[in-house]
């Protein structure tokens, strides 16, 4: 892919007066195509970077001062130094990128002032990690100005930490992963016990992955997102009394699950047999596009999606009926919602001869039903965080 720089580099110019060097970084938004609320269990996830994206033009500074602005926040520059203490503060969108500074500031990097602007194609609070491709993107902007680099995996676990602390969003590691390390034309199994990666190719030739944004907006750190971590972890304590092996959801099966139907509370029974399932349908959903098994992955998307609706309780009204229409739409072979829940996107596997149909479709259908209009796009998989010039 090609980007076409200037247009950031000018209105750069025209956000921060100054001279010097301007660099552009790029960090991809990322869609989950299955292994949903996995990721903090130890399980299995399986995203991959898109076109839209978070670009991000900055120049060094030499008096320690970082100044963020937003295309999206116009007229509003947050300011930090990274010569002082750094902790969350107002205003509350900057707290990603002074998160990632202070962590690179604890990892040992000699880190410079910055003047930095941030665009964003991807719609805030529509489930595609836009705040991953800030932290990420921030750390390469940093980094860049600072001569240093630093391996993926590694910018990847100090962007989480930002989100945990700076922005009090108990994250995995599933989005920070897949913004840093996404490879072009390939989706990524992540085992997020062991941090292991296996990219499986998707054939745009055969293959478009549609998102589909229902408009309706979500905040993580509201709670619901906390509260289900909770009751994960009630499972595991409820299971770690049998088994003392049993670290995280992930070292359950199935059939333990059942077993303890009777035993468990309802809610902390549903919620477990969601994340073994899902962590079932991740991996079973990896091999079946290796062979190249569209029809049979596309049912494992439209489980995952029933599941999350049903036992996870992430879903919301908008979302079902998406899925459901995308799945009465000719050339579709599965679609389920994606991201945290409560509002956001739907992600479908279509085939290419089918997206302009679909989304002529799905748009119609949306609006009639909820007088909304709805955003499409098709991507393919596109690369990871990387300096642009």
Not at 71 to 99: C, M, V
Not at 265 to 274: E, Q
Not at 360 to 365: D, G, P, R, T, W
Request: glycine share 10%.
């Amino acid at each position: 892919m090609s980007f076409d720089t200037q247009p950031i580099k000018t209105r750069f110019a025209k956000t921060f007066a100054g001279e010097g060097k301007v660099h552009v970084i790029r960090a991809p938004g990322r869609v989950n195509l299955i292994g949903e609320h996995t990721d903090y269990n130890d399980g299995f996830v399986f995203p991959m970077a898109i076109e839209p994206h978070v670009i991000i033009a900055c120049r060094a500074r030499t008096d320690g001062k970082v100044r963020l602005a937003s295309t999206y926040k116009q007229g509003d520059i947050a300011e930090f130094s990274i010569n002082e203490h750094l902790s969350p503060g107002n205003p509350r969108w900057a707290n990603y990128s002074k998160g990632v500074a202070a962590g690179l500031i604890a990892a040992g990097i000699p880190l410079v002032g910055m003047d930095a602007l941030l665009d964003n194609t991807l719609p805030v609070g529509g489930g595609l990690s836009s705040s991953a491709a800030i932290e990420v993107g921030t750390a390469q902007a940093l980094l860049a100005l600072a001569g240093e680099k630093m391996d993926p995996m590694r910018i990847a676990l100090i962007a989480q930490k930002a989100e945990h602390e700076f922005a009090n969003v108990p994250c995995g590691i599933m989005d920070q992963t897949i913004v840093a390390k996404g490879q072009v034309g390939n989706a990524m199994l992540l085992d997020c016990r062991d941090l292991s990666t296996t990219f499986i190719p998707i054939d745009p030739n055969e293959l478009r992955v549609v998102v589909v944004n229902s408009m309706v907006k979500h905040e993580l750190s509201g709670g619901e997102y906390r509260e289900r971590r909770e009751q994960c972890e009630a499972g595991v304590a409820h299971f770690r009394k049998a088994d003392a092996n049993v670290k995280a959801l992930r070292d359950v099966s199935m059939q333990q699950v059942n077993a303890a139907k009777a035993t468990l509370p309802d809610v902390i029974f549903r919620r477990c047999r969601h994340v073994v399932g899902e962590n079932a349908r991740a991996t079973a959903f990896a091999d079946l596009l290796v062979k190249k098994q569209y029809d049979e992955a596309g049912k494992l998307m439209v489980e995952s999606h029933n599941s999350l609706r049903d036992d996870y309780e992430v879903s919301v009204k908008e979302l079902d009926f998406l899925v459901e229409t995308a799945m009465g739409i000719k050339g579709v072979y599965g679609s389920r919602m994606t991201g945290g829940g409560f509002g956001g996107c739907t992600v479908s596997l279509v085939q290419p001869r089918a997206v302009a149909p679909f989304t002529a479709e799905i748009l119609k259908a949306y609006q009639g039903k909820y007088h909304i209009n709805a955003g499409v796009f098709a991507t393919t998989a596109t690369d990871g965080a990387s300096v642009l010039e």
